[in-house]
């Protein structure tokens, strides 16, 4: 038979105590915090719900931030797009008066000018609506007005996505090229038909003087030296890039708008991918200077100008355009002008300046982004509209829909020369502009139709997420005070029961 000694009743004491101890400070634990979980030793799987839950509640908390911001932005964008759709109607009805009223005089017509003038001031300013210091019409060019002070479109065309949801975003933004100003925002091309000029990059503003030199070291160390000459082009730096000691690959960008390296070294390189301007700044002009910790990045979007060499399968972002037939006017001149066989930007202002008897000239517009179309007497007014449904003067930026503030424009010059011809033959245009006007709102209206939408499910899906949490991580407190009442009562009758077995007054010490 063993013997039971006063040192093992002590042992065995003490480890009562401390084990309902342990069971106190757990019970109170969930009292004070009103959680049943409080460490991942309380409940290893219920821990594991906890964290995908708590994750999955932050990440909705995100997006329902990001979401707002979105909202936000849109919001102001169709208040704008309001208040440019009165605007446009109040300029149809002066239009209207302007060319069907018998009594409208010199005076008369120039008073309506002028009332034109400020409605072009007023479109302006939309445009140049934005949030904080972020203007909202001009793509990712957030810093600048988009709409300069001629009229014209100087953003960019890139899109501005937001995650409002897992696996959903949403574009954030709309262009003012879309119901103000037309851009046929050409991609960027490195063939060897029609390269871009390095001249056309950044606006038109080119990539700083040449000729220049930079080098580029790839991962592994080997270096090219690429020289960029006076007059280049965007294939032969590519092929520079391409054909020398460096292992890298160049090429045009997917959303055809970057240059984009990929060193072709695998894995086994670790060292960064570095390109240094040695002569001038014709790399950061390219916008892939700097050294880079990765095996392959995109430039800096580059927004090439129109050129009369540009292809026409390069504009509109790559999308290309087949152009149609339209009709060209300049007094009681009207011809309509065929773009067959065109496959340049100088092909159509070829096809519309060979137009006979119109007295006008087509060029691309002062920021490169467009044509424009003048008459070369100042008593007349030269103008274009689309055919039928065609749309080629209007993605041109001579005719109507997307050109709101060239046809006020024109609109305005003709009541100051009194040419009525051009007053009744522009009166499609003022109406494909308040088509354009209220497409855009529509679009827009939609997307905010489609954050509120996936607000209100992120909101039942938090909601469902917190009850579940509830159920997991929550104590059921009548429990948990019943459970601290018989444990203290329990600890209470050990202690005693304790004191008495190891006298004398082992528990008078504790």
């Given at each position: 038979m063993m013997r039971v000694t006063n040192a093992m009743i002590y042992n065995n004491a003490v480890f009562n105590l401390e084990l309902q101890t342990q069971s106190l400070l757990d019970v109170n634990n969930q009292v004070s915090s009103?959680?049943?979980?409080?460490?991942?030793?309380?409940?290893?799987?219920?821990?594991?719900?906890?964290?995908?839950?708590?994750?999955?509640?932050?990440?909705?908390?995100?997006?329902?931030?990001?979401g707002r911001q979105a909202n936000a932005s849109l919001s102001m964008a169709d208040g704008a797009l309001s208040s440019l759709s009165s605007l446009v109607v109040s300029a149809q009805s002066l239009m209207v008066q302007a060319a069907s009223s018998a009594t409208n005089n010199p005076s008369s017509l120039a008073a309506a000018a002028q009332t034109v003038d400020n409605m072009i001031g007023q479109a302006i300013q939309v445009g140049n609506a934005k949030i904080g210091d972020q203007y909202i019409f001009g793509g990712t060019a957030t810093s600048a007005p988009p709409i300069n002070q001629n009229g014209l479109f100087t953003g960019n065309a890139t899109e501005i996505n937001i995650d409002i949801n897992a696996g959903a975003s949403i574009q954030s933004n709309i262009f003012g090229s879309d119901f103000l100003a037309a851009n046929l925002n050409p991609a960027l091309d490195a063939g060897a038909a029609n390269p871009t000029p390095l001249s056309a990059l950044r606006g038109g503003a080119g990539i700083g003087a040449t000729p220049a030199q930079f080098t580029i070291t790839d991962r592994a160390g080997a270096a090219t030296a690429v020289n960029v000459a006076a007059g280049g082009d965007l294939n032969a730096v590519i092929s520079a890039i391409n054909g020398g000691a460096a292992n890298?690959?160049?090429?045009?960008?997917?959303?055809?708008?970057?240059?984009?390296?990929?060193?072709?070294?695998?894995?086994?390189?670790?060292?960064?991918?570095?390109?240094?301007d040695v002569v001038g700044t014709a790399a950061a002009g390219l916008g892939i200077a700097g050294s880079r910790?990765?095996?392959?990045?995109?430039?800096?979007?580059?927004?090439?100008?129109?050129?009369?060499?540009?292809?026409?399968?390069?504009?509109?972002?790559?999308?290309?355009?087949?152009?149609?037939?339209?009709?060209?006017?300049?007094?009681?001149?009207?011809?309509?002008?065929?773009?067959?066989?065109?496959?340049?930007?100088?092909?159509?202002?070829?096809?519309?300046?060979?137009?006979?008897?119109?007295?006008?000239?087509?060029?691309?517009?002062?920021?490169?982004?467009?044509?424009?179309?003048?008459?070369?007497?100042?008593?007349?007014?030269?103008?274009?509209?689309?055919?039928?449904?065609?749309?080629?003067?209007?993605?041109?930026?001579?005719?109507?829909?997307?050109?709101?503030?060239?046809?006020?424009?024109?609109?305005?010059?003709?009541?100051?020369?009194?040419?009525?011809?051009?007053?009744?033959?522009?009166?499609?245009?003022?109406?494909?502009?308040?088509?354009?006007?209220?497409?855009?709102?529509?679009?827009?209206?939609?997307?905010?139709?489609?954050?509120?939408?996936?607000?209100?499910?992120?909101?039942?899906?938090?909601?469902?997420?917190?009850?579940?949490?509830?159920?997991?991580?929550?104590?059921?407190?009548?429990?948990?005070?019943?459970?601290?009442?018989?444990?203290?009562?329990?600890?209470?009758?050990?202690?005693?029961?304790?004191?008495?077995?190891?006298?004398?007054?082992?528990?008078?010490?504790?």
């Open positions: 009103g959680k049943r979980v409080n460490s991942p030793a309380d409940d290893p799987v219920a821990i594991g719900q906890i964290l995908n839950l708590q994750a999955s509640n932050g990440a909705m908390t995100k997006y329902a931030a990001l890298v690959t160049a090429s045009v960008s997917k959303d055809g708008r970057s240059i984009k390296i990929v060193d072709n070294n695998g894995t086994n390189a670790s060292g960064p991918l570095t390109i240094t910790n990765a095996a392959s990045f995109s430039g800096d979007s580059l927004n090439p100008a129109v050129t009369a060499d540009t292809a026409l399968g390069d504009l509109l972002g790559g999308a290309g355009l087949t152009p149609g037939n339209i009709t060209v006017a300049n007094g009681n001149a009207s011809n309509t002008v065929s773009f067959a066989g065109a496959k340049t930007v100088g092909d159509l202002i070829n096809a519309i300046n060979a137009s006979p008897g119109l007295n006008a000239t087509a060029a691309i517009n002062p920021v490169g982004n467009a044509l424009v179309i003048t008459s070369n007497t100042p008593a007349t007014i030269a103008y274009a509209t689309d055919i039928g449904t065609g749309t080629t003067a209007e993605l041109l930026g001579i005719g109507g829909g997307r050109n709101l503030i060239t046809t006020l424009q024109k609109f305005s010059a003709a009541m100051k020369a009194d040419d009525q011809a051009a007053l009744r033959g522009m009166m499609p245009n003022i109406q494909s502009a308040l088509n354009a006007v209220s497409f855009s709102r529509g679009v827009v209206g939609g997307r905010i139709n489609q954050i509120t939408s996936t607000a209100t499910q992120l909101t039942n899906y938090q909601a469902a997420n917190s009850v579940q949490l509830s159920n997991v991580q929550d104590a059921d407190m009548a429990k948990v005070l019943t459970q601290l009442a018989q444990l203290q009562l329990s600890y209470q009758a050990t202690s005693q029961v304790t004191a008495k077995l190891l006298q004398p007054g082992l528990m008078s010490y504790l």
